[in-house]
């Protein structure tokens, strides 16, 4: 199990790529904050394996909600709480997460994963990361190409 954050989420709806997470995790939890910035950019329903959970507002949540944004805030400190790891994106929630010792994975790691694990194959993956990329996901070519050339490694 493993909690989320939104712009992961979101990226996966609009590419209609569910499978990727659904391939990794059976539950993946995220706050309401998440579930309400993921409703916003779509009405449909989401996957059964996404499971809203209330976070506990304590001092560490308020401390957060002062650096990041509400969804954020929610999806640390919900990992904190759970003791799980977090999917996020965002550069500074990243090393915040970090900072507070929570294990973090972004798109690419759930993309690497599905690779590795035989769900797609090398073509198919870059092919993806574009395609986020062209939607808006804030990507490096850099970064793409690093994992692509860590995919080829492992074979």
Known sequence: MIVSDSTTLIVLMETRRWDLLGNLFSRIWIPRAVYEEVLF?????????????????????QTLRLLLDRGESEAIALAMQLGRPLIIDEKKGRKIA??????????????????????????????????????????????????????????
Do not use: C
Request: hydrophobic share 40%.
């Open 98 to 155: 970090r900072r507070y010792g929570v294990e973090i994975m972004g798109l690419l790691g759930i993309v690497y994963l599905n690779v590795k694990k035989g769900f797609l194959d090398a073509s198919a993956a870059e092919d993806f990361l574009q395609e986020a990329k062209a939607r808006g996901f804030q990507i490096s070519e850099r970064l793409i190409a690093r994992m692509m050339q860590k995919v080829k490694e492992d074979r």
């Open 41 to 61: 950019k779509d009405e449909k329903r989401l996957p059964s394996f996404l499971e809203v959970h209330e976070v506990e507002d304590d001092a560490t949540l």
